[in-house]
């Protein structure tokens, strides 16, 4: 079941649903469950390292420092949409960004990724962490950042941003990036409330996140839950889906429609859409990785909820007969459901040369 009270009025009225400006996009209308004219395109990490005025305004700066500067984080969200002319943009961010809103040591590391000051494994460190919240203030640049690039994309969508609470969660008791998530898991099962409090807090902060960028603007919002295909269906219905829910109630009342994506997660699909449903978002749609086609996809969700995905990122490399074979392929494969948004099954690789980006949305919009 959808929210009963999100409604347009629930939002400022400049906002880009309420005055109008993409409540009718291409976006928004399949994300409703609707087909529009034209099929919309976007892509997960469309900004960054494969645009050459990405790596040109981020000379000198760090990524979390990119990331909290409004002027910044704006300008390398509308890069892309000036390229491509995809049919959304999305908000460039990090997973981990809330976090360091919230005064938790993690830098990103060149070659690595996210690193925390240390690991997070003990019911006490737990007790530290969730004595910290995100207020207003620490919430601000984002906010500003949103407002500003809103300005600038008239009637295209912006879609908010926020990792999944257990990713997040993953990462502090990882330390760092992980293959296996062992420590992750290994407390899952160890301290289930420690766990429980631990993906609680997550939750709250990236609702918190979303919310945000909300009702400063954007039209729809993503959940990216980047490691939960490492777990098993019960562990995830056990340990993360309700922290998943709990993170998305925090826009359920606004009438963002909510996307849920996570790679390796072909045996969740269902899942995943009952925590959209349970949490009340508006019109939910699953996102899916290029590992399940989208009709199969569909039918296991049972025909009733939009799709987005999900081409591979390997055959932006291909030459362009194959790339376009499988682009056609995703199309038609999308029509089994409601709605249809053509995203990567995963984000844009950082090789992949923009003009072939280009070339797919041209197509996309062709068929």
């Excluded at 603007?217 to 709990?246: E, I, K, N």
């Excluded at 969700?301 to 499988?326: C, K, M, R, S, T």
Aim: hydrophobic residues 40%; glycine residues 8%.
């Amino acid at each position: 079941m959808t929210s009963t009270t999100a409604n347009v009025s629930n939002l400022p009225a400049s906002h880009p649903l309420a005055d109008g400006r993409t409540a009718t996009s291409s976006l928004v209308t399949a994300l409703r469950g609707s087909r529009p004219e034209r099929t919309p395109a976007w892509f997960m990490r469309q900004a960054g390292r494969s645009l050459p005025e990405y790596r040109e305004v981020r000379q000198g700066v760090g990524m979390l420092e990119s990331c909290l500067r409004p002027d910044l984080a704006a300008e390398i969200t509308l890069q892309p949409v000036r390229r491509h002319g995809v049919d959304a943009a999305i908000y460039f961010s990090d997973i981990v960004v809330p976090l360091k809103l919230a005064g938790v040591g993690v830098e990103i590391t060149s070659g690595v990724g996210p690193v925390m000051d240390r690991p997070y494994r003990t019911a006490d460190d737990v007790d530290e962490l969730v004595a910290r919240g995100l207020d207003d203030d620490a919430l601000a640049p984002i906010a500003e950042a949103v407002a500003r690039t809103v300005e600038e994309l008239g009637t295209t969508p912006l879609i908010g941003f926020g990792g999944a609470p257990f990713t997040l969660a993953a990462y502090l008791v990882e330390g760092r990036p992980s293959r296996d998530h062992l420590a992750a898991r290994t407390l899952m099962h160890a301290d289930p409330e420690t766990w429980r409090r631990l993906t609680e807090w997550t939750a709250d902060l990236t609702g918190r996140f979303l919310r945000t960028q909300v009702l400063a603007g954007a039209s729809a919002v993503q959940l990216f839950d980047s490691w939960a295909g490492s777990l098993s269906l019960a562990d995830y219905l056990q340990h993360v889906a309700p922290s998943s829910t709990r993170a998305l109630r925090h826009v359920a009342d606004l009438p963002a429609p909510g996307i849920h994506f996570g790679t390796g997660t072909g045996h969740l699909l269902p899942a995943m859409r009952d925590v959209l449903r349970d949490a009340g978002v508006t019109h939910p749609t699953v996102g899916v990785d290029y590992r399940t086609p989208l009709d199969d996809a569909t039918a296991l969700l049972g025909g009733d909820v939009p799709v987005q995905g999900n081409i591979d990122p390997a055959l932006l490399g291909a030459p362009w007969p194959a790339l376009e074979a499988h682009v056609r392929d995703v199309v038609e494969r999308g029509r089994a459901a409601p709605g249809h948004v053509v995203n990567l099954g995963h984000g844009v690789p950082p090789s992949t040369d923009p003009t072939v980006l280009t070339r797919v949305v041209e197509l996309v919009h062709s068929l």
